[in-house]
């Protein structure tokens, strides 16, 4: 939320002749007017549908969980041409591609959405659900073996958990109507299984939030919930940590494009907006991050100068200047979700012509002038990243990875001691499982991060 209200103000209120109260309304009024239509169009053409690649490949999961339930066990027959593991094989491979679309779709955001959060615990659900549905036969293989053959009933539990997680998948793709949670009281593991199914099936509705099935808490629980920060307020006092990355980062961000703002104001360059815009996207967390940033956006933008340039020559009317600013915008976000050097050329080679159109005349200084801006933000940028308390997630990748072996194992001990007529606690372990989640997901984006 703050990136772009920080680019509104760079890129309309700081480049403005005028800095009136009335002015400022005035914007605020064509703002709000062109993020109006934006809206209505997106609407009208349907073009805003960023999860439905990973919609679709989590509805894919669950079929193919579907199948699996129906096939799971030793000696059952098998659809798939006689390979006993080929549905786990197929299930497993669906599963790590929801799982990298998902990381994907992550690392292209600076917050998770409400979609996205309840897209990724479908994603762990299916996982949970697989690997109830290998326990359970493993089980009924085991029983097969040791009891009598009428004694083992290996088809009464999967018929409805199968039906369960195909209408998971159908909720998912909107392709049919929601049907009702797994009936019956399905034994052992194939009633957690249930359990699991019929939550996923209640997200994938949308009638649920996105949190994990939990009992009531405690007395103690609820006190020491009651003491807790407001959730608007617990990020904020998180950030306060001095070790806190997102804290280090968001001071390191003020104070860069402060400096950026003041070379703007001292020096007052033509187009010297661009300054401060530049600094403001290349700036990262991490200070590798930064650099790959800085790099990336001083390619794009010097090719896409070029090509700008170039076809400015054949633009002589207004309307051909138009035409071309219209393709290349389209070009650089069509381009983005694929490679961000060539987003950036697009970019660059659609700002030539709509300078051009905003001062009514063809500048030749314009690619110079954005080129020069770039060379100074990226700068400013590169310092900050590496002079103002920097990250290196190099340094960082280690811990994490032992953090999350260190969860691996807690989780581990608590699944044996459960399993081993130990003393046990549900709350333990589910609370353990969420925590091995997300040390894994922080564990992964940084090491996509680093390679």
């Not at 959060?117 to 009924?140: K, P, S």
């Not at 804290?247 to 401060?276: N, T």
Request: net charge positive.
């Amino acid at each position: 939320m703050a990136l772009p209200v920080a680019w509104s103000y760079l890129e309309i209120g700081l480049s403005s002749a005028s800095h009136t109260l009335a002015q400022a309304g005035w914007h605020a009024v064509l703002f709000a007017a062109g993020g109006l239509w934006a809206t209505l169009l997106a609407r009208l053409i349907g073009a805003v549908n960023p999860y439905g690649p990973l919609r679709r490949q989590i509805a894919l999961c669950f079929r193919l969980l579907a199948r699996y339930i129906e096939t799971a066990g030793p000696g059952d027959p098998d659809p798939l041409g006689g390979d006993p593991m080929a549905p786990e094989a197929t299930l497993r491979a669906a599963i790590a591609r929801a799982q990298a679309l998902a990381a994907e779709r992550r690392g292209r955001q600076a917050a998770m959405a409400a979609e996205a959060e309840r897209l990724v615990l479908l994603i762990e659900l299916v996982d949970r659900g697989f690997a109830l549905a290998a326990a359970q036969g493993e089980l009924q293989g085991r029983d097969r073996d040791r009891l009598a053959p009428e004694r083992v009933d290996g088809t009464a539990w999967r018929e409805p958990l199968a039906a369960a997680a195909r209408a998971v998948a159908d909720a998912l793709a909107r392709r049919a109507a929601f049907t009702a949670q797994p009936a019956g009281d399905p034994p052992g593991l194939a009633r957690e299984m249930a359990l699991v199914l019929g939550h996923a099936l209640l997200i994938a509705r949308g009638d649920a939030p996105a949190l994990p099935l939990a009992p009531l808490p405690s007395p103690a629980q609820a006190a020491a919930e009651s003491r807790r920060p407001p959730p608007w307020l617990a990020p904020l006092l998180r950030s306060l940590d001095r070790r806190s990355v997102v804290g280090r980062h968001a001071l390191r961000y003020g104070l860069v494009l402060a400096v950026a703002v003041a070379i703007d104001k001292a020096f007052a360059p033509p187009f010297g907006y661009w300054i401060p815009l530049t600094a403001s996207v290349v700036l990262r967390p991490y200070a590798g991050s930064t650099l790959q940033r800085a790099v990336e956006r001083l390619l794009g933008t010097a090719a896409g100068i070029v090509v700008g340039m170039a076809l400015m020559a054949l633009a002589g009317s207004d309307a051909t200047r138009a035409l071309l600013t219209l393709a290349a915008f389209f070009g650089s976000l069509a381009v983005l979700p694929l490679n961000y050097v060539l987003a950036i050329a697009f970019l660059s080679v659609g700002l030539v012509p709509f300078e051009a159109l905003l001062v009514g005349a063809a500048v030749p200084e314009i690619g110079a002038l954005r080129l020069f801006s770039t060379l100074v933000g990226g700068a400013l940028a590169l310092a900050g990243g590496f002079l103002l308390w920097p990250s290196f997630e190099r340094c960082s990748l280690p811990s994490l990875i032992a953090t999350s072996v260190a969860s691996m194992a807690r989780y581990a001990d608590l699944v044996l001691a459960l399993h081993a007529a130990a003393p046990g606690n549900p709350e333990r372990l589910a609370a353990q499982r969420q925590r091995v989640g997300v040390d894994l997901s922080n564990a992964q984006a940084a090491l996509q991060r680093v390679v």
